[in-house]
């Protein structure tokens, strides 16, 4: 049995995220030591663990919730898991589509700059004028990445 502290330097979470996995219930409230600290063991560790690589993949808290509780049964069908996996794999294409989209407009933002004033500039000029762009809305890749 160790401590947060421990917990979080052992898998790299920070000692506040613990806590919040713990208050939305991907981490169950662990037992406490006679001096009221949170003691966690290996279960925990590997809990931990599999969250964090979930969340690196993308997947959404309430995927995460999903996928935990599909691996607390592991008899059953993997059916729903690779549901789960799919779509996060279709928002990440869709996600790759807007930035590639995104490069695209900042590149050709950049090529036909001329390098003299700003008056003449065309980044800010594009930057001014949305209607000079070659896609409609990026927003979503540019707040989202």
């Known amino acids: 049995m160790f401590t947060i502290g421990r917990l979080a330097r052992r898998t790299g979470a920070k000692v506040q995220t613990i806590r919040y ?18 003691l966690y063991g290996e279960q925990e560790v590997d809990r931990l663990a599999f969250i964090r ?18 691996s607390d049964s592991p008899g059953q069908s993997c059916e729903a ?5 799919r779509c996060q794999l279709e928002a990440v294409e869709a ?29 800010i ?11 409609e809305n990026h927003t979503d890749a540019a707040v989202h990445s």
Do not use: W
Request: with cysteine; glycine share 6%; aromatic share 2%.
């Open 95 to 123: 996600r790759i589509a807007r930035l590639q989209s995104l490069k695209r407009e900042l590149e050709r933002m950049i090529e036909q700059c001329q390098g003299g004033k700003i008056a003449d500039c065309r980044v």
């Open 53 to 70: 690589h979930a969340r690196e993949l993308g997947f959404s808290l309430a995927a995460v919730r999903d996928l935990l509780s599909l």
């Open 21 to 38: 996995y713990e208050e939305i219930g991907l981490l169950s409230k662990p037992p406490r030591s006679e001096g009221n600290q949170r």
């Open 125 to 135: 000029e594009v930057l001014s004028d949305h209607n000079q762009c070659l896609t």
């Open 81 to 85: 898991a690779d549901v789960i996996a």
